[in-house]
């Protein structure tokens, strides 16, 4: 069984409980990054906000490394990556932090868990942060967030169990949110 660890604004492995936990299971594990063009379509994303994306990517292939696995980058959508693995390496499940964005990236993790579920792949998400996304009752926030601040600092896995290659892409270089004709967004 392959454990997918879709990593987003979190690109690290120290303190990062859906990895330790995909490698706490002792199977193949994909660490995936997926460049998504219209995420950088966003008003609210930059070039220097990918600039620093190209360097965390690089540093967490580093750590992932160490640790016997690497990071595949692929360029699209989140769903379309995730069916091509499903296809390539019979994925069962999907691990990541619960991203705290705006609209657009809330939107897309919901396509994304219904996918999941429409395909019996399990998907399961960690908090990070004081937000709590899709609570019935508001009131009650406090409570999970005074539980998540009194949570251990989770150590880098020491070993992550490698899935295999996967033909990625090269992020440097790339300008995601380009057009037909490669020119870039304004506002990147």
Not at 9 to 28: F, I, K, Q, S, Y
Not at 89 to 105: K, L, N
Not at 133 to 144: N, P, Q, S, T, V
Request: overall charge negative; charged content about 25%.
């Amino acid at each position: 069984m392959t454990t997918v660890v879709w990593f987003k604004r979190d690109l690290r492995t120290c303190d990062h409980a859906p990895l330790v936990a995909a490698a706490n299971l002792g199977e193949p594990v994909i660490a995936l990054y997926v460049i998504e063009d219209d995420y950088w379509q966003q008003p609210d994303t930059s070039g220097r906000q990918w600039c620093f994306i190209q360097d965390s990517l690089d540093d967490l292939d580093k750590q992932l490394r160490k640790a016997g696995n690497q990071l595949a980058v692929l360029r699209g959508t989140v769903i379309g990556a995730l069916s091509e693995l499903k296809a390539s390496h019979a994925i069962e499940r999907v691990f990541s932090h619960q991203e705290t964005g705006g609209q657009w990236t809330f939107e897309r993790d919901k396509e994304v868990i219904k996918w999941c579920s429409d395909n019996q792949i399990e998907f399961r998400e960690w908090n990070q942060f004081g937000v709590v996304r899709r609570l019935k009752d508001r009131d009650i926030w406090d409570k999970a967030w005074t539980e998540l601040m009194r949570q251990p600092v989770l150590e880098a896995p020491g070993s992550v169990p490698f899935a295999g290659a996967i033909q990625g892409v090269a992020w440097r270089g790339i300008e995601p949110g380009t057009t037909a004709r490669h020119q870039r967004p304004a506002h990147l």
